[in-house]
């Protein structure tokens, strides 16, 4: 069962880890065989029949590529929601030129409480206006 002091771990990791641009606080929680789905998956990779990344390292590898490429964005997790494996994150964003965005993230975990799969969501509007 998720407790609320692994909620509240998982939500500084990926808040505090993403506004401090802190790829080793994102990954802490993650699991060597995590997966990891995003409709930007395709876009980095080239390959549109791509949309997930696997593995810890890889994952790592986006992560790390994705912050380069997004300075100045902040995060800011609204509301989080549990289940018995899962917990979800309700966010919002904003980029360095003042636009804002939402978003929705899965995140499935195992016996040990590492992340094993990772889902995000956003606006189909959002998400057309990027790819």
Same mark, same amino acid.
């Given at each position: 069962?998720?407790?609320?002091?692994?909620?509240?771990? $998982?939500?500084?990791?990926?808040?505090?880890?993403?506004? =401090?641009?802190?790829?080793? $606080?994102?990954?802490?929680?993650?699991?060597?065989?995590?997966?990891?789905?995003?409709?930007?998956?395709?876009?980095?990779?080239?390959?549109?029949?791509?949309?997930?990344?696997?593995? &810890?390292?890889?994952?790592?590898? &986006?992560?790390?590529?994705?912050?380069?490429?997004?300075?100045?964005?902040? &995060?800011?997790?609204?509301?989080?929601?549990?289940?018995? =494996?899962?917990?979800?994150?309700?966010?919002?964003?904003?980029?360095?030129?003042?636009?804002?965005?939402?978003?929705?993230? &899965?995140?499935?975990?195992?016996?040990?409480?590492?992340?094993?799969?990772?889902?995000?969501?956003?606006? =189909?509007?959002?998400?057309?206006?990027?790819?």
């Amino acid at each position: 069962m998720i407790t609320q002091k692994l909620t509240a771990a $998982l939500a500084r990791h990926w808040e505090d880890g993403f506004n =401090q641009y802190d790829v080793d $606080l994102v990954m802490e929680p993650i699991g060597t065989d995590i997966v990891f789905s995003s409709p930007f998956v395709a876009r980095r990779t080239g390959d549109p029949r791509k949309v997930t990344v696997e593995g &810890y390292d890889a994952f790592r590898d &986006y992560i790390d590529d994705s912050m380069r490429r997004l300075p100045g964005i902040r &995060y800011s997790i609204e509301s989080s929601l549990v289940s018995t =494996q899962t917990v979800v994150f309700v966010y919002g964003f904003t980029f360095a030129d003042g636009t804002s965005a939402g978003g929705v993230d &899965y995140l499935r975990l195992d016996d040990a409480g590492k992340i094993v799969e990772w889902r995000c969501h956003y606006p =189909q509007a959002f998400v057309d206006a990027r790819l």
